[in-house]
């Protein structure tokens, strides 16, 4: 079992990663080479793109989940996100966050690109 209350930073190491299929250190995980972390992708296709503020002292992003393709694609995808939107942003767990609320603006992006899109949350 997992404890819940892990330390994510060690001021003498730095961040401590953790595989997400594993729970482990990347250092020590077992699953496949060139797989850490990296489950297939798994989904129906579509790019769902919703707000959310919990856990962010009440600062609202906007989340893109669901977009298909090696880890480069996604980080140059939220690079383009982050140049339309005029903010910040970052790729979390295969998912892509966006500073502010930009659902509309990002919903628009992403169909002009090919992708299926559904506006998620209110």
Request: one cysteine or more; proline letters at 4%.
């Amino acid at each position: 079992m997992v404890p819940t209350n892990r330390a994510v930073y060690d001021t003498d190491l730095g961040r401590l990663d953790r595989c997400s299929n594993c729970k482990r250190q990347v250092e020590g995980c077992v699953c496949p080479k060139g797989t850490p972390g990296k489950a297939a992708p798994t989904g129906d296709g579509i790019v769902r793109v919703s707000r959310d503020r919990k856990g962010r002292r009440g600062k609202t992003v906007t989340v893109v989940a669901g977009v298909r393709g090696p880890e480069g694609a996604l980080s140059e995808l939220a690079t383009t996100l982050k140049r339309l939107c005029g903010s910040g942003g970052t790729v979390v767990d295969g998912a892509i966050e966006i500073q502010g609320d930009h659902r509309d603006r990002i919903a628009a992006k992403l169909t002009e690109l090919g992708h299926r899109v559904k506006v998620a949350g209110g």
